[in-house]
């Protein structure tokens, strides 16, 4: 994995290199998920002998910044806690769009291109890219060059609205079917809305896209 460092501040003095190599060996450990990464010491304590990174308490990563415990060691060695700000950029495999889908438009992998993006400051969950995109559409309009995420897609439903169907009541333990419409899209497992008889409304459980059963 690949890594750059740029310190633009100057308290970190050459004398730091033993810091650096142990920076370098716990962000690659905790950024393993990613393809690579590049970061930059942006705030760091000052007027200390020994600095040393603190494993027994936990980072955080806030978007494109990474807040790592450190314990700090005066002239007499006595130790004191600190946290070293460094910023990060992040590197994934993602999926990008190449050019624009519409809403209920179902996936390909045609129209997706694969790059290495920076996905520190992107809000969304990516997909990997050997995901299998024929099984879904989009949930709404994505737009060229947009990074492809989980909350922009949606399995493709089984039943659509304004499909005629059979819903089964199952009272009694004897089957009583009726045809109605689907008012809703809905995958197996999904409870929509459906009606019959012109207007009575029922709400249904989907077991396969011909059939449901009456749940109210």
């Known amino acids: 994995m690949m890594a750059l460092l740029s310190i633009l501040i100057g308290f970190l003095s050459v ?19 990613y393809v690579r990464y590049e970061y930059q010491i942006v705030q760091a304590p000052q007027n200390y002998s020994r600095i040393e990174i603190n494993h027994e308490r936990q980072s955080r990563l806030t978007k494109n910044y990474f807040y790592i415990p450190v314990k700090v060691y005066n002239s007499k060695n006595s130790p004191s806690g600190a946290l070293l700000t460094v910023r990060v950029k992040l590197f994934k495999n993602v999926l990008v769009a190449g050019n624009d889908i519409k809403r209920n438009e179902n996936l390909s992998v045609d129209v997706f291109n694969k ?44 039943i659509n609205k304004g499909d005629k169907i059979v819903l ?49």
């Open 15 to 33: 004398q730091d290199n033993g810091l650096d190599v142990k920076l370098k060996s716990y962000l690659n450990e905790k950024l393993k998920n």
């Open 115 to 158: 790059k290495i993006e920076d996905v520190s400051l992107y809000a969304g969950k990516t997909l990997n890219v050997d995901d299998d995109l024929a099984k879904y559409r989009a949930k709404v309009l994505v737009k060229s060059g947009t990074i492809l995420s989980e909350d922009m897609i949606e399995p493709i439903p089984i």
């Open 168 to 216: 089964h009541t199952g009272g009694s333990g004897v089957d009583v079917s009726i045809d109605v419409i689907a008012r809703q899209d809905g995958c197996a497992g999904d409870v929509i809305s459906v009606y019959a008889n012109g207007s009575k409304l029922y709400k249904a459980k989907i077991i396969d896209k011909n059939n449901l059963t009456l749940v109210e």
